[in-house]
């Protein structure tokens, strides 16, 4: 479902599964609704607050979130706080605007779809293993600078030299919602986009490329490594 934005103090549950608000002062539909707070930096490095609020049916999809809502759940109050929300905020760190929407886009998505149990190591090209709708939801979504003509003749390899032509930022958006996914546990997401990138990984005919794809002019050692699996810990288990 699409979203919008929420006025001041919305007189009913708006049935959505999630509102952009328009401020850090807006009311949430109603006790149904958890406050997310995305914090990023614009082009002129000043911070940006986007404030949404996201159902519970799409909340308890984030396995960050299920003993939280549990306890919520359980607790009553006489006059339910609709600023705060049942629990306190979820704050996102260096989280867009648009990589939250995707991310809860997809949480809207599988609340009537089943997502691919994707097995590791992969053992096909990503599209022989995953369903189309995640296939269009990879393309349609993930990559905002690049244009993708959606068929069904779709290959990895192919896509693979688009990314590369591109460059690296190209994957910024892939990046930010792998992140997302992996600090909210939401594992079929996760499992998804690293999975993505690891099949186009596979898919650069030699080391120079990947390199290139990765934006690396050499291979890192096991000590740089090391400081980049403490930013993104997803990574070492792909």
């Given at each position: 479902m699409a979203s919008q934005?929420?006025?001041?103090?919305?007189?009913?549950?708006?049935?959505?599964?999630?509102?952009?608000?328009?401020?850090?002062?807006?009311?949430?539909?109603?006790?149904?609704?958890?406050?997310?707070?995305?914090?990023?930096?614009?082009?002129?490095?000043?911070?940006?607050?986007?404030?949404?609020?996201?159902?519970?049916r799409a909340a308890r999809f984030c396995r960050l979130l299920d003993s939280i809502l549990d306890v919520a759940d359980l607790s009553s109050q006489?006059?339910?706080?609709?600023?705060?929300?049942?629990?306190?905020?979820?704050t996102l760190s260096q989280a867009t605007r648009?990589?939250?929407?995707?991310?809860?886009?997809?949480?809207?998505?599988?609340?009537?779809?089943?997502?691919t149990n994707i097995s590791k190591p992969l053992r096909a090209p990503l599209e022989e293993l995953?369903?189309?709708?995640?296939?269009?939801?990879?393309?349609?979504?993930?990559?905002?600078?690049?244009?993708?003509?959606?068929?069904t003749e779709f290959k990895t390899s192919t896509f693979f030299k688009t990314v590369l032509k591109k460059g690296p930022k190209s994957m910024?958006?892939?990046?930010?919602?792998?992140?997302?996914?992996?600090?909210?546990?939401?594992?079929p997401l996760r499992n998804l986009t690293c999975a993505f990138l690891a099949s186009l990984g596979l898919s650069a005919?030699?080391?120079?490329e990947l390199l290139k794809f990765c934006g690396l002019d050499a291979q890192l050692s096991e000590e740089d490594l090391e400081s980049v699996y403490l930013q993104l810990a997803f990574l070492r288990y792909r």
């Open positions: 934005p929420a006025p001041q103090n919305p007189p009913q549950e708006s049935g959505l599964t999630f509102v952009v608000l328009n401020s850090h002062e807006d009311h949430l539909p109603s006790v149904n609704y958890i406050r997310f707070v995305a914090h990023s930096m614009n082009s002129e490095g000043k911070g940006v607050r986007t404030d949404f609020a996201v159902h519970k006489t006059k339910p706080d609709l600023v705060s929300g049942p629990i306190p905020p979820v648009e990589g939250c929407e995707i991310v809860f886009e997809y949480l809207d998505l599988v609340q009537t779809r089943m997502p995953i369903q189309p709708w995640e296939m269009s939801f990879l393309l349609g979504k993930c990559f905002g600078n690049v244009n993708v003509e959606e068929s910024n958006r892939i990046l930010e919602i792998a992140m997302l996914s992996d600090f909210l546990l939401i594992e005919p030699n080391e120079d």
